[in-house]
């Protein structure tokens, strides 16, 4: 059974630059999108973007200038990297194969000087 | 983008009772080629990530009660929960992936009366 298990740090001041890492266990890591998405306190789900195993990336336009997502296949990991982070990127960040529908723990990342 | 529009924002129903959750795309998610409707419905709870429910939009997850089912085509579509447990209360969401960015409703947020 495919468990995605996320990590990175919390808490940022402005204009630092996000980091998060999450690994794929217990399945094949190939063939599927890899997904981040995130969900500011309170509000709905937004997705940022996703990659292949291939390292094929399609990254929402809004996020687009500011974000790289990254694979490591042989550790089964993806990343995400988020620049200039302010306030309003403060948010429970997923990662998440949304072909059946499996998502990690979160992971809560404020911004904050 | 394909913008996904819930209704209600919220919803009181009695234990028992049925719950009827919409969602309206702004074009259409169903692919000709395989007939199938690119929709999904979640389940979120406090604290939580999202549990899929449905996928295309009518196929219930392995493990989802079946009091939970999904139906329409094209841009409406809509879950409807057959007897509300206590246990689903939650937020509710629909979320298309027929292309990129993909994109989530609003949420529904689910009560007992």
């Known amino acids: 059974q495919v468990q995605l298990q996320q990590w990175g740090a919390g808490l940022l001041k402005p204009s630092e630059t996000l980091s998060l890492t999450c690994a794929v266990y217990g399945g094949s890591f190939s063939g599927y999108y890899w997904t981040w998405i995130r969900q500011p306190p309170g509000k709905g789900l937004e997705w940022i973007g996703e990659?292949?195993?291939?390292?094929?990336?399609n990254y929402s336009p809004s996020l687009k200038s500011r974000v790289t997502i990254s694979i490591d296949t042989s550790k089964n990991q993806l990343s995400l990297k988020l620049s200039s982070v302010t306030a309003a990127d403060t948010a429970v960040y997923y990662c998440?194969?949304?072909?059946?529908?499996?998502w990690g723990q979160g992971t809560m990342v404020t911004v904050s000087s | 983008d394909i913008v996904m529009t819930q209704s209600p924002d919220s919803l009181a129903v009695s234990l028992g009772e049925r719950a009827t959750i919409n969602c309206k795309s702004s074009q259409s998610v169903f692919y000709s080629s395989n007939s199938k409707n690119y929709l999904a419905w979640y389940q979120q709870k406090p604290g939580q990530p999202p549990k899929l429910l449905i996928y295309w939009a009518s196929s219930r997850e392995s493990g989802v009660p079946d009091r939970f089912s999904g139906s329409g085509s094209g841009t409406d579509f809509t879950l409807t929960i057959s007897s509300l447990q206590a246990e689903d209360v939650a937020v509710y969401y629909c979320q298309q992936y027929y292309g990129t960015p993909l994109t989530f409703g609003g949420g529904t947020k689910v009560e007992i009366k």
């Open positions: 998440a194969r949304i072909s059946g529908g499996i």
């Open positions: 990659i292949n195993h291939s390292g094929n990336t």
